[in-house]
């Protein structure tokens, strides 16, 4: 097949890529690039399966390869990806991508490129099609809905896996390797609230702080970047000790994975007191900037806007009780790891606040790479929302992937590494998620890994209008071509050293 990349190496990823770029493959629409390796696997007289993760039609795919002549006796290694991808914007989820190459940086034009994990898939695939690369039993299991709530290895099987270690491929900078990675479970709080009539008297002002750097959860939790609702709170909370002030709603966020940056109240003061807190919330705006300096450069609090007078609102009690219960919900860095310098181990995001007049609901995910310390935090926050009042629903608990310095296979893929690059990788946990973490749960026995190669911007679009050369430093998903012959020589590395491993 004659393709942009035809005369690019390792030639047989690139063709393979090439195909699968051809095939749309977004998040929960996977079903013809699963029928196209189940094909491709029955075609080669591989043994195949696929459950129904999906739906009826299609689901996660498994193929058994087996060992090359003279690996009979090697363990039996996972090699692990996902199908689907991200296309943005979305209208373009069931068009083939358009390559472009500039210089060595592959592209999509007016979408991201896919190689999350679209490159990984056509490492297997080779692995599948190439008979000359040693290897002990393969398992290569290609999993869906990676992007959109981890459907695929939610759903896989605790019976179907016989493989000693596993290699996820789905890391994005290829001098790390990581060994750990974050459970995640999700609270969600309903205050029941029993407003009053506003009555005459009264002017109803907006309080906002905005322009927060917020971030993702798992990645810059640790980051010193404030979170705009609780940030908004105490300064109401404090306030309300010399100013009555009453709540009518407060609203902050949007996704749960999300380190809020921007949130609002609207409150009931007398008219006499809106110079006053006006005033305070100029100095709140400076003891921002002394706390938060060049970190949140950016965040402001707003002055005191009036709005329109609502028709209900808290009364004194119920407004510090809201208060209290927003404030003291644990926000940030709970604990550090104690086996990766730097890495946190346990965090909670009060991630989301909506008020109606019947009720607060408040959204709040948790993070750990240790089980208990999951639950640990898991239970303070319920604690809190008890002492509230609140109504408790925990939704989707998955438990982490713990780190192991100790693990045979980090020794291993450490070794190929500097053997191959010629200097030694960075080792690391990650406070984001990856179906490591769930697939560990399931098979807590394997021993396993992440790694990739490196790939910039994932997720982002290229400009559809995009110009060679004029915009070759915009962002956009792309990964260096140039690049992924020594990665591919380091995975064929890691396959060889694996052989010679002992059962």
């Avoid at 909370?237 to 949007?254: H, Q, R």
């Avoid at 009042?389 to 713990?402: E, L, N, P, R, S």
């Amino acid at each position: 097949m004659e393709h942009l990349l035809s005369n690019i190496e390792p030639a047989e990823i690139w063709d393979h890529f090439c195909r699968l770029a051809q095939i749309p493959h977004p998040s929960g629409g996977e079903q013809a690039i699963c029928r196209h390796i189940y094909h491709l696997a029955e075609n080669l007289g591989l043994e195949v399966t696929m459950d129904k993760a999906g739906g009826n039609d299609f689901g996660n795919v498994l193929v058994k390869c087996p060992p090359t002549p003279g690996c009979e006796n090697s363990p039996v290694v996972i090699f692990q990806s996902h199908l689907d991808m991200v296309a943005l914007p979305a209208e373009n989820k069931d068009r083939p991508l358009d390559l472009i190459l500039d210089g060595s940086m592959l592209r999509a034009r007016g979408n991201t490129l896919g190689a999350d994990n679209g490159i990984a898939v056509a490492m297997a695939l080779s692995l599948m099609t190439n008979r000359e690369i040693a290897h002990g039993p393969l398992e290569l299991l290609f999993t869906i809905n990676e992007e959109a709530g981890m459907t695929g290895v939610i759903m896989l099987s605790d019976r179907i896996l016989k493989g000693r270690f596993l290699i996820n491929v789905d890391s994005q900078q290829e001098q790390i390797l990581t060994v750990g990675c974050a459970g995640v479970n999700r609270s969600i709080f309903q205050l029941p609230v029993k407003m009053d009539p506003v009555i005459k008297g009264f002017v109803a002002v907006r309080v906002s702080v905005v322009g927060g750097k917020g971030g993702h959860s798992g990645l810059e939790i640790n980051s010193g970047r404030a979170n705009a609702g609780q940030q908004l709170v105490r300064i109401l909370y404090e306030e309300s000790k010399t100013i009555p002030l009453y709540l009518a709603g407060v609203n902050w966020g949007n996704v749960e994975n999300a380190i809020p940056s921007e949130a609002n109240a609207v409150v009931l003061i007398r008219p006499e007191n809106l110079s006053a807190l006006r005033a305070a919330l100029l100095r709140w705006g400076k003891i921002q900037q002394e706390e938060f300096g060049k970190v949140e450069d950016t965040m402001e609090i707003s002055p005191a806007e009036e709005v329109e007078l609502p028709e209900f609102a808290m009364g004194a009690a119920l407004t510090d009780s809201v208060l209290s219960f927003l404030l003291a919900l644990p926000h940030g860095v709970h604990t550090m790891s104690n086996e990766v310098e730097g890495l946190v181990e346990t965090s909670s995001n009060v991630a989301i606040v909506r008020t109606s007049p019947m009720e607060l609901i408040v959204k709040v995910s948790q993070r750990s790479l240790s089980d208990p310390l999951l639950d640990a935090i898991v239970t303070k926050c319920e604690a809190v929302a008890r002492l509230a009042g609140a109504q408790v629903t925990q939704i989707g608990k998955t438990y982490g992937w713990k780190p192991n310095l100790s693990s045979p296979l980090l020794n291993l893929c450490r070794d190929a590494y500097l053997q191959v690059f010629g200097e030694a990788p960075k080792v690391q946990g990650l406070h984001g998620m990856l179906e490591c973490g769930l697939i560990k749960s399931k098979y807590p026995n394997i021993d396993m890994i992440s790694f990739g190669p490196t790939i910039l911007d994932a997720h982002a679009p290229t400009k559809p209008d995009f110009v060679f050369g004029l915009d070759s430093a915009s962002t956009g998903e792309r990964i260096d071509t140039a690049r992924l012959p020594r990665f591919w020589e380091f995975v064929k590395t890691v396959l060889r050293k694996l052989t010679e491993v002992v059962e």
